[in-house]
């Protein structure tokens, strides 16, 4: 059935300059893609990062929009178009989404995870355990959307505005009661969560990641720190207390504020017992655990599960219940085993220096130092340079062999992506290091030198099913190569 909304229903939340026109026209839909302009339609003239959508009011006029909102009126108006000016249209748009889907966060808890490492982990467990629990959820995040069983494809962290606002209205529709989401520094920064009511806000940790866009990590803080300053009272802020950022977070939040951590006191703290690549075994606020993850990075994403489960109203013993129950989601210290060459290949995300140093800090802790380590790394082009060194660095020090390789090399040469890593290779370290531009190969070549009891792994890459290269997608799957790498090595 065709939504249609009055303009001004529209704009109610919105802060209006002026309006030229008739604002009691009908809107049946809202778009900010002049190609995907229909009759009926409210066009949003977004300043993206590559074009502006100011340079396409004609466009959108031909397409049939019966208006455009805009931050500054062109010089020429046309009498049939409503022309609504706004401070800024991205905030707008947020705004204008949400009213055009009916406000659904306002229909259902939504709850938000931020951070550099571990979003979608975080994400994936309380979507997980909330349904465990017996309710109807939804899910946005890097990996896939989902609206219980049925999966729809990811594009973004944070999907745009008014493709985040029609999921959220599915959901509600759907009969969901929890929606549980990650929210990239990107989508604060571009006002792409505005008009969304969060019900509680999580942080996992801040580290040296997309200074291409922010430009300083002083940025980058400031953009998770955006996050919290605008949740609601009434709303919940759980933020880790091992990262010394976690305050910084909270400082002007309105939301009842609450810690968690495995090194200090916090409001949900835990300890670990035993650690294998089977599983932990922890204590938990003073309550023994055992759950099917590996390694302390999931020990503190587990705990920011549990306190906001437990924030929102649910029983303690009926979460940690549920705890031991949960899995990862796809290409989180993902193992692939070769049982018959007694190999073992761990497929990870691990794309910043700090996620790479904890995924081999777990290898670390579990390994039994009678096999060697092989790391697989390579870093993406076109995104900050700044951690090439460090993370080539971390792996080289980190490993027993390194082969340095391409990752989505976009535009960019894969070779001086690999130059740029293994320049901060120590010279002592460097002997371990070989680079193979093929991703394939490199797999491959870890493979066969793998021994016995060796443990391989093959960072950066994770979930996704491809690489990108000179501005086109090719299937690409880490876990679908070391497979293949063992069968073919037999």
């Not at 931050?71 to 905030?91: F, I, M, R, T, W």
Request: net charge negative; with cysteine.
């Amino acid at each position: 059935m065709e939504r249609k909304v009055l303009l001004t229903d529209l704009l109610k939340n919105v802060e209006v300059r002026t309006l030229t026109g008739d604002g009691d026209v009908a809107v049946n839909s809202v778009v900010t893609d002049s190609r995907k302009v229909s009759p009926g339609c409210l066009f949003v003239a977004v300043k993206g990062t590559q074009v502006d959508g100011h340079a396409f009011l004609t466009q959108a006029e031909t397409g049939g929009a019966i208006g455009v909102v805009v931050e500054n009126l062109p010089d020429a108006l046309s009498p049939g178009l409503v022309y609504v000016v706004v401070p800024d249209s991205a905030v707008a748009l947020g705004h204008i989404a949400a009213a055009f889907f009916d406000h659904p966060s306002e229909k259902l808890k939504l709850v938000g995870v931020t951070g550099t490492n571990g979003k979608t982990s975080v994400v994936t467990f309380l979507f997980q355990l909330f349904r465990n629990l017996g309710y109807r959820c939804g899910m946005i995040s890097t990996v896939q959307n989902q609206i219980e069983e049925e999966v729809i494809p990811s594009t973004h962290t944070t999907p745009e505005a008014v493709v985040l606002q029609g999921l959220l209205a599915r959901m509600v529709a759907a009969g969901c009661s929890y929606v549980f989401m990650e929210v990239s520094s990107h989508a604060v920064v571009q006002h792409r969560i505005e008009g969304l009511r969060f019900a509680a806000g999580i942080f996992t940790n801040i580290t040296h990641d997309h200074l291409d866009f922010h430009g300083t990590f002083d940025h980058y803080i400031a953009a998770k720190k955006g996050f919290f300053d605008a949740l609601p009272a009434g709303a919940y802020a759980l933020v880790n207390a091992d990262d010394r950022r976690g305050s910084v977070m909270v400082q002007n939040t309105k939301a009842e504020v609450h810690t968690y951590s495995i090194r200090s006191m916090a409001d949900f703290r835990a300890k670990i017992l035993a650690s294998t690549f089977q599983g932990l075994q922890l204590l938990v606020n003073d309550r023994e655990l055992w759950v099917r993850l590996i390694g302390a990075f999931n020990v503190s994403n587990l705990l920011a599960v549990y306190g906001i489960a437990v924030l929102l109203g649910e029983e303690e013993e009926n979460v940690l219940t549920e705890l031991s129950a949960l899995t990862p989601p796809p290409g989180r210290f993902e193992v692939v085993r070769d049982e018959v060459a007694d190999i073992t290949a761990i497929v990870d995300y691990a794309h910043t220096p700090d996620a790479l140093e904890n995924v081999l800090s777990t290898i670390s802790q579990i390994r039994n130092y009678n096999e060697r380590v092989i790391t697989v790394v390579g870093c993406g082009g076109n995104r900050d340079a700044t951690k090439r060194p460090r993370m080539a660095a971390i792996a080289a020090k980190m490993s027993d062999r390194v082969i340095f390789t391409s990752d989505n090399s976009r535009n960019e040469e894969p070779e001086e992506i690999i130059r740029q890593m293994r320049a901060g290779v120590s010279a002592a370290d460097y002997r371990k290091t070989s680079a193979f531009v093929d991703r394939k190969e490199a797999i491959r070549q870890a493979v066969s030198e793998a021994g016995k009891g060796d443990i391989i792994l093959i960072a950066g890459k994770g979930h996704e099913t491809y690489q990108e290269v000179r501005g086109q997608r090719f299937h690409f799957d880490d876990r679908e190569e070391v497979r293949e790498a063992f069968a073919v090595s037999r």
